[in-house]
């Protein structure tokens, strides 16, 4: 729909986020972007991440099978690194871990096994309560999908970054939650959630519901949350591991049918800081996909305007969003 724009309140972030499919109906004169060529390689004897491989560290990967966790090799953070006797410097202490989905090189979570991908979330969970270690606050546990927004390796793979501090989205975000939780007794996400048009609504399986948010700063930003109240991702039961595995497949699948290519993306878990701060107790656990495109050859950058104010311009409204990726999950069902 062009001719139509309005701001929406991002009720996490606690700023506006301006809907604009104006601006999204533009000439486009820009750059545009291919897929990339996917690879019919199972094992790829120069991927760190296949089994049986030496790492660049100079590890060598055991021949797993299914997800397969490690230390990073080059890790941003870290207990052992040097501290700092500067003013407004200190340790960047924490730990960095590399999730491998699968030990076959041409998978992904689009064409993994519902079993497969249930044993993905567990992976998720249980390496986020491994990462409780003394010193950690906050646990963040992520894909980064795609050579466009900067991946080094396709071998199907995430990360988990555990820091020494609540990140300042973690501030916020709890704030947000807490202050609600304290003003009406209630969680902020599924209440937010509930506000919605239910075609809003794209997916469901047992516990789990995927929506598009009226909120969202990208064209395809889905969020998947529970309707039972967990904060935390490592307080996932197995059966509800077990029912998130084969929605976030279909999810995935859904991205990728629509702009019929692989789609790059963030998939990105918001748990609850692991510090003793009471208000962690009022977070929502949510998992948010944030696809990189606004069309299949076209990025969503965040320019001047954004950089400058704070505030996303998005091209899309979430309801057309909502209906492309309702026809979507609708064909990639399995």
């Keep these: 729909m062009s001719g139509y724009w309005e701001k929406r309140w991002h009720p996490l972030r606690r700023e506006w986020v301006i809907i604009s499919a104006n601006t999204g109906a533009r000439p486009w004169g820009g750059a545009r972007v291919g897929g990339e060529t996917a690879t019919t390689v199972t094992h790829d004897p120069g991927c760190y991440l296949c089994p049986g491989n030496t790492r660049a560290g100079g590890v060598t990967n055991p021949e797993y099978s299914g997800p397969y966790a490690f230390d990073n090799d080059f890790p941003s953070l870290s207990f052992a690194a040097p501290g700092s006797d500067g003013p407004n410097r200190g340790q960047a202490g924490g730990l960095c871990r590399v999730l491998c989905w699968s030990s076959q090189h041409n998978d992904s979570l689009a064409t993994l096994s519902d079993a497969a991908l249930a044993d993905v979330v567990r992976l998720m969970r249980d390496e986020h309560a491994r990462a409780r270690l003394p010193g950690v606050a906050q646990v963040l546990v992520f894909e980064n999908r795609g050579a466009e927004i900067g991946v080094s390796n396709s071998h199907p793979h995430g990360q988990l970054y555990a820091t ?36 809003q609504c794209i997916g469901r399986r047992g516990e789990w519901a995927a929506w598009v948010p009226d909120c969202a700063r990208l064209p395809y930003e889905t969020w998947v949350t529970l ?8 307080a996932l039961s197995d059966a509800q591991c077990d029912s998130l ?37 009022h977070w929502q656990l949510t998992l948010m996909a944030q696809p990189a495109l ?16 704070g505030n996303v311009v998005n091209p899309l409204r979430p309801e057309d969003a909502a209906e492309h990726l309702s026809a979507a999950m609708a064909a990639t069902a399995r």
Excluded: C
């Design 164 to 199: 020494d501090f609540v990140t300042r989205q973690g501030r916020e975000w709890r704030d947000a939650q807490s202050d609600h939780h304290a003003a009406t007794g209630g969680r902020l996400i599924p209440d937010y959630l509930a506000s919605l048009d239910p075609s």
């Design 245 to 281: 595995g084969p929605l976030l497949g279909q999810l995935v699948r859904a991205f990728d049918a629509h702009f019929g290519r692989a789609t790059p993306m963030n998939l990105l878990w918001a748990s609850a800081p692991v510090d003793d701060d009471a208000r962690n107790a």
């Design 227 to 234: 309707d039972s109240p967990v904060a935390h991702l490592d």
């Design 294 to 309: 606004r069309e299949p050859d076209k990025l969503k950058y965040f320019g001047g305007f954004e950089q400058l104010s």
